[in-house]
């Protein structure tokens, strides 16, 4: 088990709501990466963090915004969700730059949005 | 920007047979290329990784091939066993970090007893 923690595992919005999905990273790890994955998808990149700044974008709207706290752990935040926001949230945390040799995920938070 | 195409979408494969799945990457930046397994309800596990520098890697029954030139690299998977059944993700990076991965539309693989 990676020391990847995400919370809560599931949750289930209205449209038009907002949500944060929270994410502990690995110990030491300072690089936070948020991915979504639809239902029968590959994960999608949506932005990282590292050392409180975003460091890298994919392509999702502004209403996908994001932060990283001194500790390392970061949140995802979602404004005016819609139907296809429905997906699983994962979080990678992984050491800087040439430290990078491995992503360690953590189990994801599964959003529905009816 | 980066697009990963995987296939196959699906791949049955009886107990102690070979598995092979296949990935194509469009960005010739890239230039790293881990392969993740996934559980049903678990998080992405990597497997298996392989950088530009180099056109082979092997772990145990786990292997990967890379050809830069045709943009495409590929995972094999020999004497499988049940426990191999799950979904297999290929990603790429053009970072040479595990970082910013672009993923496939993932392989589900089962094998059969």
């Known amino acids: 088990e990676t020391g990847v923690t995400q919370s809560p595992t599931h949750l289930i919005k209205t449209r038009g709501q907002q949500v944060t999905l929270r994410c502990s990273s690995q110990s030491g790890h300072n690089t936070v990466s948020w991915y979504q994955q639809a239902l029968g998808q590959g994960p999608q990149f949506i932005f990282q963090?590292?050392?409180?700044?975003?460091?890298g974008r994919g392509n999702f709207p502004p209403r996908f915004s994001g932060l990283q706290f001194p500790n390392y752990s970061s949140e995802l935040n979602v404004n005016a969700l819609e139907l296809d926001d429905s997906a699983l949230y994962l979080c990678?945390?992984?050491?800087?730059?040439?430290?990078?040799?491995?992503?360690?995920f953590g189990q994801g938070t599964r959003l529905t949005v009816v | 920007g980066e697009n990963v195409e995987q296939h196959p979408s699906t791949l049955s494969v009886q107990e102690g047979d070979s598995a092979v799945i296949k990935c194509t990457y469009s960005?010739?930046?890239?230039?790293?290329f881990p392969w993740y397994k996934q559980e049903l309800g678990k998080r992405p596990q990597l497997i298996i990784d392989?950088?530009?520098?180099?056109g082979e890697k092997k772990d145990q029954r786990i292997a990967v091939t890379l050809n830069k030139t045709a943009k495409h690299f590929s995972l094999h998977i020999t004497e499988t066993q049940p426990e191999d059944s799950a979904v297999y993700f290929c990603a790429a990076s053009r970072s040479g970090t595990a970082s910013k991965l672009t993923f496939g539309t993932g392989t589900r693989l089962q094998v059969t007893l």
């Open positions: 990678a945390s992984s050491l800087p730059g040439h430290l990078n040799t491995e992503a360690f």
């Open positions: 963090y590292y050392r409180e700044e975003e460091n």
């Open positions: 392989i950088r530009s520098n180099v």
């Open positions: 960005d010739s930046a890239s230039n790293y």
